[in-house]
């Protein structure tokens, strides 16, 4: 794609009546609050006409005299509406180090006006609270990326780590959204401000992810739970699958196999059941491109917390999509482990670069598949200890290091046993087994059927599908 660069006649009089009248009713629902038509205009429509009008263009300029006078000069939608402009670039087209600043100086004026009160969100659609602070995500994660490959001394300070996060905990503060989470009598200053709160945490909790804080990104989900059916993420789609992959990343990363797994089966059985639905939307190519990287991730993780019994349709999933890479994994080739990891995890940036660097762009991806690596050496005995152990009833430590092999010592295999005992019981392995001092003596308890898991998935299928209906 070649750099887009502003139309010195711009074309507004030429703009089609449906998206004259895209404006018209957006601003028309803005000012008189009906949310249902503005996430239809949104969600919807704005996809319909990009799909006939500017699929490799960009949308009317937000200071363009068109808009202005369909929206009557409005100050508050125009700031808006500029927000989507430049999302839309940032996606089909390239834009220039022009629009990178045009954008940076417009989410100021959107995160400023809300935090001094002269911009007010009255009546706002979910998806287009998340898409603010999301993108604000994004476009702070593509100029980190474009800052790594070229000599911070040649590039703007703008999108820096402390600004991006600063606004990110100021909106999370303004809003109250930590203590309503904690307090259901707690208030925010409105249900929209509260909604941003809420996205602004997960956001920035993504963003720690892409740094490789994994701790403080887990850290910053803590008021949110995860638990209950009725929290705010899963009024939109996008923040829905983005929360639970991220998280569930940060976990893979610390070493908590089964979290992860359980966070990424719920994104995986999600958007599986609910394709239909998930395709009307814009960003189903995204969603599904995130879907697909936890489906990879988990063909990692169940391999580093062997035993772990994933429910049916994911093993379903993980057969159809990965069964050459489960293959060569188990035949001993880890490589595979680290090309799943590569092509399935965040794309990193560095929080800062030196003044004096050329391209450090791979820099991160490099730290972050070295920890990985680590990880995966700490883990890389399990599977074959297990595979021993289910075959006895007891077996003594020394007969274990002879099977090992590669000058394996009885001190060893108690440490891996020992290790295998932890990681089973976070994953409720079929296996248990204990320790009497250099004997392993084992317990394997019979796998109960899950009929009842298998009834309350289906239940809750039927619910959706209902819900669905009367919409």
């Known amino acids: 794609m070649s750099d887009y660069q502003r139309d010195e006649k711009p074309a507004d009089f030429l703009l089609p009546d449906s998206v004259k009248g895209w404006f018209s009713q957006m601003y028309t629902h803005m000012i008189g609050a009906n949310v249902k038509e503005m996430a239809r205009l949104y969600d919807k429509e704005f996809a319909a006409l990009t799909a006939s009008y500017f699929k490799q263009s960009a949308w009317p300029e937000p200071d363009g005299e068109a808009v202005i006078s369909l929206v009557d000069e409005d100050p508050v939608f125009l700031t808006l509406y500029a927000q989507i402009y430049y999302r839309h670039m940032f ?27 002269s911009l007010q969100l009255d009546a706002m659609p979910s998806q287009w609270l998340f898409d603010i602070v999301g993108e604000f995500v994004y476009q702070y994660q593509s100029f980190c990326q474009f800052r790594a490959k070229n000599k911070t001394e040649d590039v703007p300070a703008i999108w820096t780590t402390p600004a991006v996060h600063g606004y990110l905990h100021r909106v999370v503060k303004h809003s109250n959204i930590k203590a309503v989470l904690q307090d259901e009598n707690a208030t925010s200053p409105s249900e929209s401000l509260k909604e941003l709160g809420y996205f602004a945490l997960i956001c920035l909790s993504r963003a720690h992810v892409l740094t490789g804080d994994y701790y403080t990104a887990l850290s910053l989900l803590k008021p949110i739970d995860f638990a209950k059916r009725d929290q705010l993420y899963h009024k939109s789609y996008s923040c829905h699958v983005s929360v639970f992959y991220h998280m569930g990343f940060a976990q893979l990363m610390l ?19 609910n394709r239909a639905y998930y395709s ?64 399935a995890s965040p794309k990193f940036i560095l929080a800062t670069v030196a003044t004096d660097a050329d391209d450090v762009s791979k820099d991160a991806l490099t730290f972050q598949t070295k920890l990985f690596v680590e990880l995966v050496e700490r883990h890389a005995a399990l599977p074959a200890i297990r595979s021993f152990i289910k ?7 020394a007969k274990l290091a ?18 295998l005992k932890l990681v089973s019981e976070l994953v409720q392995s079929d296996v248990h087994f204990y320790l009497s001092g250099d004997l392993v003596k084992v317990d394997e308890q019979k796998r109960e059927q899950r009929t009842g898991q298998y009834f309350m998935n289906q239940i809750a299928k039927l619910q959706r599908v209902v819900d669905s209906c009367q919409e």
């Open 91 to 117: 996606s089909k087209l390239q834009p220039t180090m022009e629009f990178k600043q045009a954008s940076w100086a417009n989410y100021c004026a959107i995160f400023d006006g809300l935090l001094d009160g």
């Open 255 to 273: 070493g908590d196999m089964a979290a992860a797994i359980r966070s990424f089966a719920k994104i995986i059985l999600q958007v599986h059941r």
């Open 280 to 343: 009307k939307f814009a960003d189903y190519d995204q969603v599904t491109k995130l879907t697909e990287k936890a489906l990879a991730l988990v063909v990692v993780a169940t391999h580093l917390a062997p035993g772990y019994n994933v429910e049916d349709q994911v093993h379903a999933l993980l057969r159809e999509k990965h069964s050459d890479k489960q293959a060569a994994i188990q035949k001993g080739d880890v490589h595979v482990l680290t090309e799943l990891f590569v092509s």
């Open 391 to 397: 075959l006895y009833r007891s077996i003594e430590a």
């Open 402 to 419: 002879r099977f090992r092999g590669n000058d394996a010592t009885v001190a060893t295999v108690v440490a891996e046993c020992m290790h």
